[in-house]
């Protein structure tokens, strides 16, 4: 049985930027009590999971994470600039280009991620690339910290055990390969 669901009644834009819109909405609860919800509103993401299965070996992305004030190991990913909407398959290959410089034979969908349902709209999708080959980075202005390197799985794993990867998009898409990968096994 569903319950009822929370009401928008009006809509304010507070603040906005090329990357992000943030709304303040009124809102009636299912018990008609009133109250505000502040949503931060973000296109869709690409995440890409670069995979070299001849090595079993990933291509990951480091970059210094303002609001963390820290360096965090990542899958590449993001959004398109200025807000536009993009079909997610062809933001996964601008995002890994644009990155890593690699460009990709082969993108698998693996699933889909909402990166923080609840105080954010936006949700991703989660591919897989292989049949990599080598190129230059197109990396955005925003980007001129990043650095890009491989990885072995078991460098992979030890970085998730260590605190070394602690992107939760980029945890939930190696749980999507993991999912993948034992479904092929069986």
Do not use: C
């Not at 959004?79 to 460009?103: C, F, K």
């Amino acid at each position: 049985m569903r319950s009822a669901t929370i009401r928008r009644t009006a809509t304010r834009e507070v603040y906005r930027n090329n990357w992000l819109t943030l709304r303040e909405d009124d809102i009636v609860r299912p018990d008609g009590s009133t109250g505000i919800y502040a949503v931060v509103d973000k296109p869709t993401y690409a995440l890409v999971i670069p995979y070299d299965p001849d090595q079993d070996r990933f291509h990951l992305v480091e970059q210094f994470r303002y609001p963390l004030g820290l360096r965090r190991w990542e899958f590449p990913q993001g959004t398109a600039p200025d807000q536009q909407h993009l079909d997610s398959e062809t933001l996964a290959h601008r995002e890994l280009r644009e990155e890593t410089g690699l460009r990709a034979q082969t993108m698998e969908q693996l699933g889909q991620l909402d990166v923080a349902a609840g105080m954010s709209s936006q949700r991703g999708w989660v591919y897989l690339a292989t049949g990599l080959t080598e190129g230059e980075h197109e990396r955005e202005h925003e980007e001129q910290d990043m650095h890009s390197a491989w990885f072995s799985r078991a460098e992979v794993d030890r970085m998730v055990r260590d605190g070394e990867i602690t992107d939760a998009q980029t945890l939930g898409a190696l749980t999507f390969l993991l999912l993948r990968e034992s479904r092929f096994r069986h």
